[in-house]
Nanobody, 121 residues
């Protein structure tokens, strides 16, 4: 069984920084792309940043220059460094992993439980 667990959320003032982590565990053969999503209160979940197994990254326009996604393949962990936070960054941040479990060539999409980020004025 594969699990993704996010951590690092919290309350921060506008202009501050947070670093989110998402650790994958369980019977994993390989991890392909990993992605962070943001769900603001009352809104749909939206892609924030993604990173491939080779390290290529992509970002939503709203976070370019402020957020940085990275990964540690040895630790099966992806990070989201969030700087210059704004109140509109408030919401739940979810990690998604495109993962092949042990014993299969298939790839499945796994989600973490989410971590709350609140940015105050």
């Amino acid at each position: 069984q594969v699990q993704l667990v996010e951590s690092g959320g919290g309350l921060v003032q506008a202009g501050g920084s947070l670093r989110l982590s998402c650790a994958a565990s369980g019977s994993i053969s390989s991890i392909n792309a990993m992605t962070w999503y943001h769900q603001a209160p009352g809104k749909q979940r939206e892609l924030v940043a993604g990173i491939t197994s080779g390290g290529s990254t992509n970002y939503a326009d709203s976070v370019k220059g402020r957020f940085t996604i990275s990964r540690d393949n040895a630790k099966n962990t992806v990070y989201l460094q969030m700087n210059s936070l704004k109140p509109e960054d408030t919401g739940v941040y979810y990690c998604n992993g495109d993962i092949s479990p042990t014993g299969t060539r298939f790839r499945y999409s796994y989600w973490g439980q989410g971590t709350q980020v609140t940015v105050s004025y």
